[in-house]
C-alpha cells in the first residue's frame, strides 16, 4: 500500500495545500507526521480535514506564517521595541526580538514629528518621546474559524455571554471553497455566500486592500491643537499617542479626509468597521488578550489609561474620572489591562475614552456627516468605506460583513439595565449592540468613558456622522505589497 508523507505540507499556504495534495496523492491512503504526531488517513479530503482541525494547535505552528511587517516606502514607519514602562527604542526590521504573536508580541512602529532630527535615531537608540508623532501596531492577515454565519436578528432566546476563544490562523494567502474546511470571503453586508460554521475564512479587512497586514493606531487619534479647533480636517495636527486629548467634535467627512491625507505614500485612512473587527477579533484569540479588555475611564478624553479595577466595568454607568483614584496610563501593569495583549505592546483604547465613528454607513443614507454620493462614492474607491444594506435597521444583526465584530457577537437580547433603561445588547459581555439605521446611519465603536458593562471591543452603536462631542476616530495605515 503506497503512502506520501505530507510533513512538508505545514511549510505551505493552505490556499495550496490542496493543489499540492491532490498533485502528488494519487493513493487511496495518506500518511501525515508532523513531529511526534501521526494521523492516519483514507483520502486527500481527509488529510485536509485533519489539517483544518489541527491549525493553531502545536502540529501547525501558524507562527512560520505570520506575515512580516510592511514599513512601505519613504522610511517614515520606524520599528520600534517597547519596554514595559513604554520607552521606545529603534530595532531592525529583522531583528527576531522585534515581534513574535505566539508570545503575544506584536509588531510597533513610529511616525516621527517634522521638527525630529531622524538621522540621530539609528538601531538601538532611544527616541525621545517628544519626537513621535505617531504610534502603529502591525496586524499580521489571517484566516478565523467561524462560529455564527447565519443571523436572524433580535432573539429572545440563548444565553449571554458566550464568549469563547477565536481560533485563528496567520496566512498571507486569501482562503478559497473547500467545502467543510474554507471558504471564500463575501466581503459584501447581508451575505454568506458559501460559508458554514467551522470552516475558516480570510478576513475582509486584509482583502479589500489587497495586503498581507496594516497598522492600526495604538490608540485612538488626537489632535495637536487646542480644544476650540476640533472641528476642522488638518491631517498635519493629527497624532496618535498615549495622555493626549483625542481628536473629537468633528464631522465624519472631516475626520475621513484628514485620515486620508495624513500619510498617502502608506495608504492612510479612517478605521473601518471591518478594520475594527480584525483588531477586535485577534484580541480575543491565543495571540491577544483573550477576554474583555479593560475600561479607559478618563473622563477628560484622554488616551491611553485604564481603569482601576474590574467592577468598574460590571454596571452602567460605570465608575469614571481622571486621576490616580480612577485610572493608570498605558505603560503600567494595571494600564496593560486596556490593550489587546494584555501588555505593552497590543492597542489600547478599543473599550471607552470614546465612540470612534467608523468609516462604515448605511448606503446611499449619510445623515449629518455632509458627505453625498459625489464627495464619498464618486470620489473615493470603495476600499476605503464600508457600506451596509440599504434596509439596515436597528436590530438587522443579519445585515453584518462577516468579520466586522457585529453580527457575530449574537444571540442578541433587549433587557433593562441598572439604570432602568431597556438596551440591546450581544452575547459577548452583554455589550451594547445597536445597528445602523436610517436616521443613525454610521457605525460608533469603543464608547465613553463612563458607560460601564456595555462597553469593550465587541461593543456597536450608530450616530448621525454629524458634529459629536463624543465622537472620535482611527488612523490605519495599508502600505501596498
Given at each position: 500500500?503506497?503512502?506520501?508523507?505530507?510533513?512538508?505540507?505545514?511549510?505551505?499556504?493552505?490556499?495550496?495545500?490542496?493543489?499540492?495534495?491532490?498533485?502528488?496523492?494519487?493513493?487511496?491512503?495518506?500518511?501525515?507526521?508532523?513531529?511526534?504526531?501521526?494521523?492516519?488517513?483514507?483520502?486527500?479530503?481527509?488529510?485536509?480535514?485533519?489539517?483544518?482541525?489541527?491549525k493553531g494547535s502545536n502540529t501547525y505552528d501558524s507562527c512560520n506564517n505570520v506575515a512580516k511587517p510592511n514599513l512601505g516606502t519613504g522610511e517614515k514607519l520606524i520599528p520600534i521595541i517597547l519596554s514595559d514602562?513604554?520607552?521606545?527604542?529603534?530595532?531592525?526590521?529583522?531583528?527576531?526580538?522585534?515581534?513574535?504573536?505566539?508570545?503575544?508580541?506584536?509588531?510597533?512602529?513610529?511616525?516621527?514629528?517634522?521638527?525630529?532630527?531622524?538621522?540621530?535615531?539609528?538601531?538601538?537608540?532611544?527616541?525621545?518621546?517628544?519626537?513621535?508623532?505617531?504610534?502603529?501596531?502591525?496586524?499580521?492577515?489571517?484566516?478565523?474559524?467561524?462560529?455564527?454565519?447565519?443571523?436572524?436578528?433580535?432573539?429572545?432566546?440563548?444565553?449571554?455571554?458566550?464568549?469563547?476563544?477565536?481560533?485563528?490562523?496567520?496566512?498571507?494567502?486569501?482562503?478559497?471553497?473547500?467545502?467543510?474546511?474554507?471558504?471564500?470571503?463575501?466581503?459584501?453586508?447581508?451575505?454568506?455566500?458559501?460559508?458554514?460554521?467551522?470552516?475558516?475564512?480570510?478576513?475582509?479587512?486584509?482583502?479589500?486592500?489587497?495586503?498581507?497586514?496594516?497598522?492600526?493606531?495604538?490608540?485612538?487619534?488626537?489632535?495637536?491643537?487646542?480644544?476650540?479647533?476640533?472641528?476642522?480636517?488638518?491631517?498635519?495636527?493629527?497624532?496618535?499617542?498615549?495622555?493626549?486629548?483625542?481628536?473629537?467634535?468633528?464631522?465624519?467627512?472631516?475626520?475621513?479626509?484628514?485620515?486620508?491625507?495624513?500619510?498617502?505614500?502608506?495608504?492612510?485612512?479612517?478605521?473601518?468597521?471591518?478594520?475594527?473587527?480584525?483588531?477586535?477579533?485577534?484580541?480575543?484569540?491565543?495571540?491577544?488578550?483573550?477576554?474583555?479588555?479593560?475600561?479607559?475611564?478618563?473622563?477628560?478624553?484622554?488616551?491611553?489609561?485604564?481603569?482601576?479595577?474590574?467592577?468598574?466595568?460590571?454596571?452602567?454607568?460605570?465608575?469614571?474620572?481622571?486621576?490616580?483614584?480612577?485610572?493608570?496610563?498605558?505603560?503600567?501593569?494595571?494600564?496593560?489591562?486596556?490593550?489587546?495583549?494584555?501588555?505593552?505592546?497590543?492597542?489600547?483604547?478599543?473599550?471607552?475614552?470614546?465612540?470612534?465613528?467608523?468609516?462604515?454607513?448605511?448606503?446611499?443614507?449619510?445623515?449629518?456627516?455632509?458627505?453625498?454620493?459625489?464627495?464619498?462614492?464618486?470620489?473615493?474607491?470603495?476600499?476605503?468605506?464600508?457600506?451596509?444594506?440599504?434596509?439596515?435597521?436597528?436590530?438587522?444583526?443579519?445585515?453584518?460583513?462577516?468579520?466586522?465584530?457585529?453580527?457575530?457577537?449574537?444571540?442578541?437580547?433587549?433587557?433593562?439595565?441598572?439604570?432602568?433603561?431597556?438596551?440591546?445588547?450581544?452575547?459577548?459581555?452583554?455589550?451594547?449592540?445597536?445597528?445602523?439605521?436610517?436616521?443613525?446611519?454610521?457605525?460608533?465603536?469603543?464608547?465613553?468613558?463612563?458607560?460601564?458593562?456595555?462597553?469593550?471591543?465587541?461593543?456597536?452603536?450608530?450616530?448621525?456622522?454629524?458634529?459629536?462631542?463624543?465622537?472620535?476616530?482611527?488612523?490605519?495605515?495599508?502600505?501596498?505589497?
Amino acid at each position: 500500500m503506497k503512502k506520501v508523507i505530507l510533513a512538508f505540507i505545514l511549510g505551505l499556504s493552505l490556499s495550496t495545500i490542496s493543489v499540492v495534495a491532490i498533485s502528488l496523492c494519487n493513493a487511496k491512503d495518506i500518511e501525515y507526521t508532523s513531529k511526534d504526531t501521526t494521523w492516519d488517513v483514507d483520502t486527500v479530503e481527509d488529510a485536509l480535514n485533519d489539517l483544518y482541525k489541527n491549525k493553531g494547535s502545536n502540529t501547525y505552528d501558524s507562527c512560520n506564517n505570520v506575515a512580516k511587517p510592511n514599513l512601505g516606502t519613504g522610511e517614515k514607519l520606524i520599528p520600534i521595541i517597547l519596554s514595559d514602562d513604554g520607552k521606545a527604542t529603534v530595532v531592525s526590521e529583522n531583528d527576531p526580538s522585534w515581534y513574535d504573536y505566539c508570545e503575544k508580541k506584536w509588531a510597533n512602529a513610529v511616525i516621527l514629528s517634522d521638527s525630529a532630527d531622524a538621522q540621530k535615531y539609528q538601531v538601538g537608540s532611544e527616541i525621545n518621546d517628544a519626537d513621535i508623532e505617531s504610534y502603529f501596531v502591525w496586524i499580521p492577515k489571517y484566516q478565523y474559524q467561524l462560529w455564527n454565519v447565519k443571523v436572524n436578528g433580535l432573539n429572545s432566546v440563548g444565553a449571554l455571554k458566550q464568549a469563547h476563544s477565536i481560533n485563528i490562523i496567520f496566512d498571507t494567502t486569501n482562503t478559497t471553497d473547500i467545502s467543510g474546511e474554507s471558504c471564500e470571503t463575501p466581503m459584501k453586508s447581508g451575505e454568506i455566500g458559501s460559508c458554514s460554521n467551522g470552516e475558516y475564512m480570510t478576513h475582509p479587512a486584509f482583502i479589500s486592500f489587497g495586503v498581507d497586514g496594516f497598522w492600526v493606531g495604538k490608540f485612538v487619534t488626537g489632535y495637536n491643537g487646542t480644544t476650540s479647533n476640533y472641528n476642522v480636517n488638518d491631517s498635519s495636527k493629527l497624532i496618535v499617542k498615549p495622555d493626549v486629548y483625542l481628536w473629537r467634535n468633528s464631522t465624519v467627512r472631516n475626520m475621513f479626509e484628514a485620515a486620508y491625507n495624513y500619510e498617502r505614500d502608506l495608504d492612510s485612512h479612517m478605521m473601518k468597521n471591518t478594520e475594527w473587527g480584525a483588531v477586535a477579533y485577534l484580541s480575543h484569540s491565543q495571540y491577544g488578550i483573550d477576554r474583555e479588555i479593560n475600561i479607559n475611564n478618563n473622563s477628560t478624553y484622554k488616551t491611553g489609561y485604564s481603569a482601576l479595577a474590574d467592577h468598574y466595568q460590571s454596571v452602567f454607568p460605570g465608575v469614571y474620572g481622571e486621576g490616580t483614584n480612577y485610572n493608570t496610563l498605558w505603560n503600567t501593569e494595571n494600564g496593560y489591562r486596556a490593550s489587546t495583549t494584555g501588555n505593552i505592546t497590543g492597542v489600547y483604547d478599543m473599550s471607552g475614552c470614546t465612540w470612534e465613528y467608523m468609516a462604515a454607513y448605511r448606503s446611499g443614507t449619510y445623515g449629518g456627516s455632509t458627505f453625498n454620493k459625489a464627495t464619498l462614492e464618486d470620489q473615493y474607491d470603495s476600499k476605503y468605506y464600508d457600506s451596509y444594506n440599504a434596509s439596515s435597521t436597528v436590530t438587522t444583526y443579519q445585515y453584518m460583513i462577516l468579520g466586522d465584530a457585529t453580527g457575530e457577537m449574537g444571540p442578541f437580547k433587549s433587557f433593562e439595565d441598572t439604570d432602568n433603561t431597556y438596551r440591546y445588547h450581544n452575547s459577548w459581555y452583554a455589550d451594547w449592540s445597536n445597528f445602523i439605521h436610517s436616521t443613525s446611519p454610521w457605525f460608533l465603536r469603543g464608547g465613553l468613558s463612563g458607560y460601564g458593562v456595555l462597553l469593550g471591543q465587541f461593543a456597536f452603536a450608530e450616530w448621525t456622522g454629524k458634529v459629536y462631542e463624543g465622537g472620535g476616530s482611527r488612523l490605519v495605515l495599508a502600505p501596498a505589497k
